[in-house]
């Protein structure tokens, strides 16, 4: 009897710590997107509206994070965290899981974006015409992908 009851509360923490876990990933892709925002809307759009001065060591920096976010980006997705919702206003639709070849398309032509702009993005005028490239990258897969919450 003992052991059964050990090994039913094995069960539960393995369980908790699995549910946990898938939390987590949760957590970080909202942080992802979050760093997203950051960097396309706080420092590529604000430098493209002249909001802020062009700094190109600020434009690295930022297509940086948005390429490294990129790569990470289908793997942020897993299965497991279908149906789940983290903080915010915002979640994933189910569409992601349900259409997946299509969100991995989506994920595909960010990430083409992300690194052609970054390659072309030298002063302000590239930077002009680069943010609306990735802007639009972002927004459509937001439209299909995304729920706002509430």
């Known amino acids: 009897m003992m052991k059964r009851i050990l090994l039913v509360a094995g069960m539960m923490l393995i369980g908790v710590g699995a549910v946990s876990a898938q ?9 992802a997107m979050k760093d997203n925002g950051k960097s396309l809307g706080g420092v590529l759009g604000a430098m493209a509206k002249d909001k802020i001065p062009y700094d190109q060591k600020a434009v690295d920096a930022a ?3 948005l390429e490294a976010s990129g790569k990470e980006l289908v793997s ?8 789940l919702k983290g903080e915010g206003k915002y979640s994933s639709s189910p569409k992601v899981w349900e259409n997946r070849s299509d969100f991995e398309t989506h994920a595909a032509k960010y990430n083409k974006a992300v690194s052609e702009t970054k390659a072309s993005v030298k002063d302000l005028a590239t930077l002009k015409a680069a943010v609306p490239v990735i802007g639009k990258q972002c927004s459509g897969c937001h439209e299909t992908f995304r729920l706002k919450d509430g």
Do not use: E, H, W, Y
């Open 23 to 31: 939390q987590d990933i949760v957590k970080q892709r909202q942080q």
């Open 76 to 83: 942020l997705f897993p299965d497991s965290t279908k149906g």
């Open 63 to 65: 297509f940086a994070q």
